[in-house]
């Protein structure tokens, strides 16, 4: 698949990209978010961008209609010219969904469509609050996302990572994120949203003994990752970084 140079992995620094051209005015998240095929968009940062529905094909298709140079499949995968890479990934068991991850070569404006209010609707919590969104774990990563943005805001999230036997919280970026958060989100382990921003906050999910417990959230402002003992996942650039699209989506899924 091409090399897309410079892919921004959740961090929100500004980038220069030749100028792209779809086959209308509008961006491509605006498209997907017109289309009667899509049931949910998510924003991950400006260039990754995630769609949900319940088949394959109509996505495809409208993927296709998208690209005025016409959509070349590989396999899961697909290519846009210079304009974008897609990538096809089957939802958690029973979900019934099929999502697109979708990146990007321009910056798209932040834009989602699922269970959250409007960005301009947004609530935040109180200081110190528990969560009770009551949100699926995806929704829930929009969610800080989205709060993140309104805060002008960078975005670090830390997940637990299971190396054989041994559990590591590990910070990872935009697409093994979304990834984490689809399939594992809701499960035993902690993990941490934090922000950078006009209000730095950190949103933690406690650890809970089993999976069927409810997940314990809380918010809290002026606190960031300090005293979080976590690695780096390895060839993770927290700037820039060169490695293309497949191979990046080839070790996470």
Known sequence: MA?????????????????VSYGSEESLRGRLLGSRSVEALY???????????????PIEAELKSICPEGLKIDGDGAVCGELFETRRLEGPKGSG??????????????????????LNEL???????????????????????ALCKIENGTPEIVVSKRYGRTVRLTKVGGIEAFNYFLYSGEGKDPWYFACHGDQKFVIE?????????????????????EGIDFVKEEGMSLERNTEDFARMMSSVF
């Open 3 to 19: 090399k897309l140079a410079y892919l921004v992995l959740l961090i929100l620094v500004p980038v220069f990209f030749p100028a």
């Open 43 to 57: 924003s991950i940062d400006d260039y990754l961008t995630v769609v949900s529905g319940k088949e394959a094909g």
């Open 97 to 118: 969904k099929t999502f697109y991850i979708v990146l990007n070569a321009a910056p798209q404006p932040f834009v989602y469509r699922n269970s959250l209010p409007s």
């Open 123 to 145: 609530p935040a919590p109180a200081n110190g609050m528990r969560l009770r969104e009551g949100y699926k774990s995806v929704d829930l990563l929009q969610y800080m996302s």
């Open 205 to 225: 999910k406690d650890y809970t003994y089993s999976p069927k417990d409810e997940m314990k959230l809380f918010y809290y402002q002026n606190r960031g990752l």
